[in-house]
């Protein structure tokens, strides 16, 4: 796995065009029997999302302070549960971008443990101005993007 951009390992790393992100389980993110409640997989989706840009060179805070303010939002996020993390769990995130056409970026991730699927998801987001209209995703933001496009 290859570390990119000098964030360190809690960033997690590169292996090919593939981000993987460690993440622990914490007794916040389980009902009360000790599995990782439903929702807490976005927020593990997102995490990888987020990292997988930060480490390429595209970030959400340089996005929002250009001439017309751009962020993401989701369009559609698509989940299948295969099995449980549970509390303690070691997981990884592991997240590629398959696609991106327009104002629009699609991505493929999964949460393992071990090396098998607990969840996986099929993310569809849009780039969109501070008024909510969708634009093109900008020149910087596919330059960087492209190298890990598979």
Known sequence: MTEVGGEGPAT??????????????????????????????????????????RMAGVHHVELWQRDEALAFTIRSIQLE?????????????????????????????????DGNDLVTASVHAVCINKNGKPRRLPLTVREALGPYIS
């Open 81 to 113: 549960f295969v099995a449980p993390a549970r509390i303690d769990d070691s997981l990884e995130v592991h997240t590629r971008y398959v696609d991106m056409r327009g104002p629009s970026i699609f991505a493929s991730q999964a949460v393992k443990r």
């Open 12 to 53: 997690g790393a590169f292996q090919d065009r593939t981000h993987i992100l460690p993440i622990r389980v914490y007794y916040e993110e389980t009902d009360f029997t000790g599995v990782v409640y439903h929702a807490n997989y976005l927020k593990f989706f997102e995490r990888g999302r987020t990292d997988f840009l």
